[in-house]
């Protein structure tokens, strides 16, 4: 049995907006904000972000895993990887620059110095805009599509329906192992498997677990093939076939489509032909560590 993602009908304009054009303008989206480092441009993609993510009205109870993986993500990548160690800003900040804290600072009775630069800093704020808009768009698919239309939508946009179909079970893949995963520790903790009190090493700890992962794991890979066995019993993937989610345009979905290609094109313009989409820190940042 196929499981999905916690959605539901939630009567908000996500909900009336053809998934084919949601999939348009979240890939015009992502690709016009992977093209700059522009504070300008990435502050405005960002709000559109914002808008864009308020429409889906999902609330905290039910995108709060989701945001928790995002959140470990961002820490890891600008926190760590940029504030910390730096190693994330080569190639986009140059070197040198203005440091923060020029002469140091205290910290539980200790003189310390660290070399983090305005520069720097600055581009952990862009890198934040950067990936936070991508994940503001991309976290509402799951919550907000319907499963029954991920399919349809793929090969209406003119993928094969081998490949259509191939990512909607991909989509339902983490949810569907999530289920098996849940019933099979139900039905091991019924044969007296105790997962609360795993101790020991590590190798011990893997032996224990193992009753948990040999049957998540086979079933997982005996599902899968029966799926592709089914498929392959009906000839799916012979010939061009129907669909019973049935997508269609409306005017709104237009509009978004047109707007996305605008985004994107107008982007391209102003990164490629104006030259608008290097890293650059405004003037009014540099006043917040001038003394």
Do not use: C
């Amino acid at each position: 049995m196929l499981v999905a993602w916690n959605y539901h009908y939630r009567n908000s304009p996500m909900d009336h907006i053809d998934p084919r054009a949601r999939w348009i303008f979240s890939f015009a989206f992502l690709f016009a904000v992977t093209q700059t480092w522009n504070p300008q441009l990435l502050a405005g993609l960002f709000a559109i972000a914002l808008v864009w993510y308020a429409m889906g009205r999902v609330s905290w109870k039910d995108a709060r895993r989701g945001w928790l993986l995002i959140s470990f993500m961002l820490f890891s990548m600008i926190v760590v990887n940029t504030i910390i160690t730096g190693g994330g800003a080569g190639g986009v900040v140059p070197p040198g620059g203005q440091l923060v804290w020029p002469d140091g600072f205290s910290l539980f009775g200790r003189h310390l110095t660290y070399g983090l630069t305005v520069e720097r800093l600055w581009f952990a704020i862009s890198q934040l805009m950067r990936i936070l808009g991508i994940s503001l768009l991309f976290i509402l698919i799951p919550y907000t599509m319907d499963s029954r239309a991920y399919g349809a939508t793929f090969s209406k946009l003119g993928l094969p329906d081998r490949l259509a179909y191939t990512m909607e079970l991909a989509f339902r893949f983490i949810p569907s192992l999530a289920r098996n995963l849940a019933v099979t520790l139900d039905a091991q903790k019924a044969r007296g498997f105790e997962l609360e009190k795993v101790r020991g090493g590590l190798i011990k700890k893997i032996a224990r677990i193992a009753p948990l992962l040999i049957p998540l794991t086979m079933n997982a890979i005996l599902s899968s093939e029966d799926i592709a066995n089914a498929m392959d019993l009906r000839g799916f993937g012979q010939r061009k076939r129907t669909w019973l989610f049935a997508l269609q345009y409306h005017w709104w979905d237009w509009v978004l489509i047109a707007f996305s290609v605008v985004l994107l094109v107008g982007v391209t313009v102003l990164v490629h032909a104006l030259g608008m989409g290097g890293f650059a820190v405004p003037a009014w940042f540099y006043t917040f560590f001038a003394g």
